[in-house]
């Protein structure tokens, strides 16, 4: 594996902790800034926005430029702008960056896929795919929690300071190791990306990766209270029991690294049918503390080896957009991140409980479940491009 995917890791790691660290830090904010809670939780909403909408547009606007021309731009913006939000008195200088933040994260993310791919044989692009999006688990199993242990310590703008110096080594080794040359578009026109992107079974495969994240997202957002009021634990324990579920996602992307490439169809199936197994079960038995540190971690692997599938299998059914696929998978990533919580939060808000988001999250899977049941029955004709590609 070149070392430049590892640095591409490095860097999306750094961008990983930036996404989620707020969930730790939105009291700090608030009472710094002097706004209300809801407020400061809007930071978390505008980064998912930017990230949904952030992600094609920048795809387009950079598919042109040499890909470490367009890396090291979005990486730079990234770090600036967190640099101005470490330093701002503001909340709407603060928001401002959240969204311009999310949108050099959208441009890295498709750009860095689609780099990695191209850096690698085609027999280890499912694990160069997952090296990169090993950057989000190892921001989940350190970088949260680090986030989190800063804000506590010495306030919410050193978590700020720490992901732009954390950036910085990944900008110096990108602008050394990534080739300098120009994207292969394949001599499509952007038009033509988008035309390609249409397709019914590629729509699909995006909808079931947002269903997945979805319900991921869900059951992790309301981790906190389900493990304090409901399983018995503690508030010393939850930054344990995120890290778990962080080293869960880890061995998961781990793991569908080695067998994404080969059978992602079978991982796809399998890998949903027993997250939503689990979902169900946590919810079921949640007041076992036992029980529920075993799910907690098999339902994070579960998780990102099916996600990590997915976009292995995105990438292969978008050939004829070369620049343009990547972007639509970070794309239909942060809209399950984005819907999950607010589906699980409208439950929450109905009365149903503090076990509503997990059954929130089976719900979803079972969503997913079922258009991958449509995805399996679809024309052999139609699957036969994306099967060519794995050989």
């Known amino acids: 594996m070149p070392f430049a995917v590892y640095v591409l890791g490095l860097a999306v790691f750094a961008q990983g902790t930036s996404e989620f660290m707020l969930s730790g830090l939105v009291s700090g904010i608030a009472t710094d800034l002097e706004v209300s809670l809801p407020a400061a939780g809007l930071l978390t909403s505008a980064f998912a926005l930017g990230m949904v909408i952030g992600a094609p547009l920048t795809a387009l606007l ?24 470490a330093l701002t008195p503001g909340y709407g200088v603060l928001l401002a960056t959240r969204v311009v933040g999310a949108l050099a994260n959208a441009g890295f993310w498709a750009v860095a896929l689609m780099t990695a791919l191209a850096m690698v044989e085609p027999h280890v692009r499912a694990r160069a795919t997952a090296v990169v999006v090993g950057g989000v688990t190892v921001a989940c199993v350190v970088g949260v929690p680090a986030g989190a242990a800063l804000g506590s310590l010495w306030g919410w703008r050193s978590a700020f300071w720490a992901v732009a110096l954390v950036s910085v080594p990944a ?79 880890f061995i998961g992307v781990t793991v569908a690294g080695r067998i994404a490439g080969t059978r992602p169809a079978a991982l796809i199936g399998s890998g949903t049918t027993v997250l939503l197994l689990g979902w169900a079960a946590l919810a079921l038995t949640a007041g076992n503390p036992a029980a529920t540190l075993v799910l907690v971690l098999c339902q994070g692997a579960l998780a990102f080896a099916t996600g990590t599938a997915l976009i292995t299998r995105v990438l292969h059914l978008a050939p004829d957009a070369p620049t343009l696929a990547g972007s639509f998978a970070t794309a239909a990533f942060n809209v399950g991140a984005a819907l999950g919580p607010w589906l699980g939060g409208l439950a929450l808000g109905a009365g149903f409980g503090l076990r509503a988001p997990l059954w929130v999250s089976a719900l979803l899977t079972a969503g997913a479940l079922a258009l991958s049941a449509v995805l399996m029955l679809a024309p052999e004709a139609d699957r036969r491009p994306a099967e060519a590609l794995l050989r």
């Open 62 to 85: 950079s598919r042109s430029w040499p890909r470490r021309r367009a890396l090291l731009f979005f990486l730079s913006v990234f770090v600036a702008v967190h640099v101005v939000g």
């Open 171 to 249: 900008l110096v080794a990108l602008a050394r190791v990534v080739p300098a040359g120009r994207p292969d578009t394949g001599g499509a026109g952007a038009r033509g990306e988008l035309r390609s992107l249409g397709r019914p079974r590629l729509l699909l495969t995006l909808l079931v990766m947002a269903l997945v994240q979805g319900a991921t997202f869900c059951a992790f957002s309301y981790l906190e209270p389900l493990v304090t009021r409901v399983t018995g634990f503690g508030s010393a324990w939850v930054p344990a029991v995120l890290a778990l579920f962080g080293v869960g996602s």
